[in-house]
């Protein structure tokens, strides 16, 4: 990996990137595409999605190199690039309740975890928490059954003596809620230092 170039080279590599120059924009990779994959995966925890993220960000500036300004930190332009790609990924993948219960196994897995940012951290579990109080009560103590004592959808049946279909039913809808609430309150930054970092 190379080292990061400094400020007149970047400025220099950006004017360059800006005409066209392949040269500039192989050197702009090469330099920067290992530090770029390591912010991914640290955000996504996926080799292939990560790689993907990359490729995508240099695609990206490529396509819009006119749009980047020599004066400005060309480090920082990719990496906004770069953590702006992966964020609509997982906008995408939200929609999608197993990713989302994936997240949540990740969340309670790094609950010990250090974290850079404390107050980001309690942020959203006093949002998760909110979320989850608000819930109906029915479907408030399915979701802490599956959830908090990781019993399966015919164990919460049978403890509450109800259908698996009504398990499941409720669980999905209050994954539902959840993940809406976090996209409305645009959480998805916090998410993912909570989370991934």
């Keep these: 990996m190379r080292e990061s170039l400094n400020k007149e080279t970047t400025t220099l590599l950006a004017k360059r990137i800006r005409k066209g120059d392949i040269k500039a924009f192989d050197l702009l ?34 396509e819009k190199r006119e749009m980047i300004n020599p004066a400005s ?10 953590y702006h790609t992966a964020i609509d990924l997982i906008r995408k993948r939200f929609k999608d309740d197993q990713y989302l219960t994936y997240l949540q196994s990740q969340f309670h897995e790094n609950e010990s975890v250090t974290i850079e940012e404390p107050a980001y951290y309690q942020e959203l579990i006093r949002i998760l928490n909110k979320v989850i109080g608000e819930l109906p009560e029915q479907r408030k103590k399915i979701y802490l059954l599956s959830r908090e004592e990781g019993l399966n959808h015919k164990e919460i049946a049978e403890k509450l003596n109800i259908s698996v279909k009504t398990v499941e039913n409720q669980i999905t809808l209050a994954l539902k809620t959840i993940r809406k609430q976090l996209i409305s309150n645009d959480l998805l930054g916090l998410l993912l230092l909570t989370i991934f970092v």
């Excluded at 930190?73 to 770069?82: C, E, I, P």
């Design 29 to 62: 990779y090469h330099t920067y595409s290992q530090k770029l994959y390591g912010f991914a995966f640290s955000m996504l925890k996926n080799h292939d999605d990560a790689k993907e993220i990359v490729q995508d960000t240099f695609l990206k500036i490529w």
């Design 73 to 82: 930190s060309l480090q920082a332009f990719l990496f906004s690039v770069l």
